[in-house]
């Protein structure tokens, strides 16, 4: 097992911007990882994903609106958001993709004017 710590979130208006951080162990970050939310009364679920090979994948309702990073040397994986919306509310984990292991605290974005 894992573990991810995840930070960064907050409370930012419709619009705004926010950049979430995960930390991990050096070098797991060269796997296929991603952010996960959970959104108040849903079940949590991928919203985006970047691959070993270094290309990225998003559900559509935040494509174009976020962008996932990482620094495998510092085992590091960032997930900037912007033209944020009320919808994207929710806590935000990071994780392997399509791999069980366990989950972190996550971290709260709320999207509130």
């Given at each position: 097992?894992?573990?991810?710590?995840?930070s960064?979130?907050?409370?930012?208006?419709?619009?705004?911007?926010l950049?979430?951080?995960?930390?991990?162990?050096?070098?797991?970050?060269?796997?296929?990882?991603?952010?996960?939310?959970?959104?108040?009364g849903?079940?949590?679920?991928?919203?985006?994903?970047?691959?070993?090979?270094?290309?990225?994948e998003f559900?559509?309702?935040?494509?174009?609106?976020?962008?996932?990073?990482?620094?495998?040397?510092n085992?590091?994986?960032?997930?900037?958001?912007?033209?944020?919306?009320?919808?994207d509310?929710?806590?935000?984990y990071?994780?392997?993709?399509?791999?069980?292991?366990?989950?972190?605290?996550?971290?709260?974005?709320?999207?509130s004017?």
């Amino acid at each position: 097992q894992v573990q991810f710590v995840e930070s960064g979130g907050g409370l930012v208006q419709p619009g705004g911007s926010l950049r979430l951080s995960c930390e991990g162990p050096l070098n797991v970050f060269s796997y296929n990882m991603a952010w996960y939310r959970q959104a108040p009364g849903k079940k949590r679920d991928w919203v985006g994903v970047i691959f070993a090979s270094g290309e990225t994948e998003f559900v559509d309702s935040v494509n174009g609106r976020f962008t996932i990073s990482r620094d495998e040397t510092n085992g590091m994986m960032y997930l900037q958001m912007n033209n944020l919306e009320v919808e994207d509310t929710g806590v935000y984990y990071c994780n392997f993709y399509n791999y069980d292991n366990q989950w972190g605290q996550g971290t709260q974005v709320t999207v509130s004017s």
